[in-house]
């Protein structure tokens, strides 16, 4: 769950309908940036920016509960978080997206390299689509966070947009 600038009532009210939804489906709930909401949402994890709160803090608030990070491009970032005993790491952009200015450009070769150091799932971020995600999955990535291609396809709905990802 990613709202930026909702109030925390809002988070609150919308979080306990996506936690229902994410368990009637059985997906785990992963709220972004704030293991306080995580904690009193009983969600399942939070996910770490670099300038959000070190994992070993995220880890007093919310216990044994997922923690990803995110390491954007760099194998220091997820050497670190590695270290930290982070669940899982995540890097991107790969591709140009229109969810958020793209800051720092990940390749594949990341991918592969931080999958020869360690067995944390990785997770690809940005402008991940019906062409691009296949290359991802064959270069390592255990995950993919899609966002745009889901939600604002200018093309199909979005029940669709999942159907051909699958």
Known sequence: M???SYSLREKIMIGKKIKKICKNNRV???INDDP???KKL???GCHLGQNDMKIEKARKIIGNKIIGVTCHNSIRLAKTAIKSKANYIA???FYST????IRYQATTKILNEISKITDIPLVAIGGINSSNYKNLLLNKADFLAISSYIWNNKKIKPKKAI????
Do not use: M, N, V, Y
Request: proline share 0%; aromatic share 14%; charged share 45%.
């Open 2 to 4: 990613r709202f930026k």
């Open 42 to 44: 009983d969600a399942d």
């Open 91 to 93: 890097f991107g952009a």
């Open 163 to 166: 159907e051909i990802l699958r």
């Open 28 to 30: 785990k709930f992963i």
């Open 98 to 101: 229109k969810t958020k200015k």
């Open 36 to 38: 306080i909401l995580t």
